[in-house]
């Protein structure tokens, strides 16, 4: 088995955490003030995808690295990462639920609500964070 790239895979959660922390200072800001303004508005959403293709791509990494297996979908991925012991089943499965919502943002002819966005910010972006300490942890 090909080991797991640890420093490629450190920097990734860096960058993840770094995001994090730029997503948790605009939900300070209040729902209003968030939706006042457009730009932050869509330049949430784009941070919101790039979050969690960079956590697919750490999980493909592990993954593939680890069991020899390419996940067919991006809720696999993490399903997996489940099987191998290194998130909860639940906490997989709610991965696997924002990486779908993340791909609908991605196409630009679907409408997504606004406070839909602001919400999982609020309410979901610590599951991102749970996902960089387990990741961690097993890396070691």
Known sequence: MTEIDKDLVTRRLAEIKRWVYDIRAIVEQGLDKFLSD?????????????IMEACISVCSHIITRTTRTVPRTCADCFALLSQQGILSKELAERLGEMAKFTSTLAHINRKV???KVYQIMRDDIGDIEMFVQRVS???G
């Open 113 to 115: 609500d606004d406070k």
């Open 38 to 50: 457009p730009y932050v508005v869509d330049a949430v959403k784009y941070r919101l995808i790039v």
């Open 137 to 139: 942890e097993y890396i």
